[in-house]
């Protein structure tokens, strides 16, 4: 049984997921368009994004290598690790949906409070004028009762002074025809003045009369406007209330939410955690069909992928089992970090038959050979040749050619100096050449190399490295 990366299970809750994330959007966008109020801040209504779960590693992640013990473990670990992860999304998710409607409904309650306190103020307004219209009506009606009162009081000194000054006619049927006719004169002046201040009286009384009915409609008026006035402050007050509500209940949902994501992130970090020690079990794992571990797959792909040409991964392990049984030569093995476990030196460079003498070049620093120079490492490098080609692939801060993804990422650009992409049996033979002037070390290589490629699912050139602000998966 082989293990690979474990994905049962992850579709359906990665479609859920993905339902919800579409919702979530929906859902923002038909939040009202009405200003909300300050309570409500402006990144309440932006949905949320997924956690940062980088694409598989098409090596470290999905390559197929025999199972053990470790692997099958790590791999447990990691589909718990993973599972975990997916729920706390769902229920992130969830809150996010949740809060989202509970930003909707703020918004729309707060909109609310503004329409009724715009409406409050019209009927504010309202009072105010009409209150106004009706205090100048008054105002009107006031000044004709005061009008009439004067009148009134003329009249009644009118008549008071036409009563005494009456005189005594009790014998008036008793005078001459002059005599009547002067005592019938006189009362008749006297009952025309008498009318006449009646006559004026009574307009002044119709006109006060008219004026207060105009004042009274202006009171009735007056006495609805208020009315209405108080009941949408009723109303304001209502909306006010189910407003702080809302937000009493957005600010809920945004706890709820807030620590649904912390959740998410934790278990991201466990998922990521389990990753890399499903990663560092499966580097010491056999691939199958070939006499690699992964991390030796892993230090060619490495090095084929951040060549200075484009050069096939399998070019390189080649290479590798040719020069030193990809590091295992000397009783050697690769750790999982691409360190060998034994210094691989090569014979000195005496000049003894069948090699060049070439003398020390870096006081034995690398070959720890003070004489002479050695190839040193599972790439089998001069160390004047290391000095020139030297690589750090593995980012771990030191070029060192005991490392084989340092020592595969060096023999890359050294097999791509001077040339352009290695694409060809021509091109690789060529390249070759420069490695070591042979033509049957060459071909040696060439049929390892063909060998992986039939043996191993991957590209024969890997796609260019992530951006360096993705996350990295590191070896080891």
């Not at 009318?195 to 004026?211: H, K, N």
């Not at 809302?246 to 807030?258: F, I, K, P, R």
């Amino acid at each position: 049984m082989t293990a690979r990366l474990r994905r049962s299970g992850r579709t359906q809750v990665s479609a859920a997921a993905l339902t919800l994330t579409l919702g979530l959007a929906a859902l923002a966008g038909s939040s009202p368009s009405a200003a909300a109020p300050s309570q409500i801040a402006p990144s309440a209504v932006v949905a949320p994004s997924l956690p940062n779960d980088d694409p598989p590693d098409p090596v470290l992640d999905t390559l197929t290598v025999d199972d053990t013990s470790a692997t099958r473990k790590a791999d447990d670990r990691y589909d718990e690790a993973r599972a975990a992860e997916e729920a706390a999304t769902a229920n992130w998710l969830t809150a996010e949906q949740e809060r989202l409607k509970a930003v909707d409904r703020a918004t729309v309650a707060a909109v609310a409070v503004l329409q009724a306190k715009t409406a409050l103020d019209d009927a504010t307004r309202q009072v105010e004028r009409q209150t106004r219209a009706y205090r100048a009506r008054k105002a009107v009606t006031d000044r004709r009762l005061a009008a009439l009162a004067k009148e009134q009081r003329q009249l009644r000194t009118v008549a008071a002074a036409v009563f005494s000054s009456a005189p005594s006619d009790s014998f008036q049927g008793l005078g001459t025809f002059e005599e009547m006719s002067v005592g019938n004169r006189r009362d008749a002046i006297r009952a025309r003045v008498v009318r006449l201040q009646a006559d004026l009286v009574d307009a002044r009384s119709t006109s006060w009369r008219t004026a207060r009915a105009a004042s009274d409609v202006e009171a009735r008026k007056l006495r609805r406007d208020r009315q209405t006035q108080q009941g949408r402050a009723r109303a304001r007050d209502r909306a006010e209330a189910a407003s702080q509500k809302m937000t009493d209940a957005l600010h809920a949902a945004e706890g709820v939410a807030s620590d649904r994501h912390h959740d998410t992130d934790q278990a991201t970090e466990r998922r990521v955690a389990a990753r890399d020690d499903r990663r560092q079990a499966r580097l010491a794992a056999h691939v199958p069909n070939t006499d690699m571990t992964l991390v030796d797959v892993d230090a060619y792909w490495r090095g084929a992928q951040t060549s200075p040409c484009q050069i096939p991964w399998w070019v390189l392990a080649g290479v590798g089992r040719v020069e030193s049984g990809h590091g295992t030569a000397q009783g050697s093995s690769v750790k999982p970090n691409g360190d060998t476990t034994v210094a691989i030196l090569g014979i000195p460079l005496d000049g003894r038959p069948g090699t060049a003498a070439v003398h020390d070049s870096d006081g034995g620093r690398l070959d720890h050979d003070a004489t002479w120079d050695r190839a040193v490492g599972p790439m089998q490098f001069l160390p004047g040749t290391w000095n020139y080609f030297s690589n750090d692939a593995n980012d771990d801060g030191v070029s060192n050619p005991h490392n084989l993804y340092d020592a595969a990422g060096a023999a890359a650009r050294l097999l791509c100096l001077g040339r352009g992409d290695l694409l060809t049996e021509a091109d690789f033979h060529s390249a070759l050449l420069s490695y070591n002037n042979s033509l049957p070390y060459g071909d040696q290589v060439m049929g390892y190399a063909h060998r992986y490629q039939a043996a191993v699912d991957l590209p024969d050139v890997p796609p260019p490295p992530p951006d360096p602000a993705d996350t990295k998966a590191t070896p080891g």
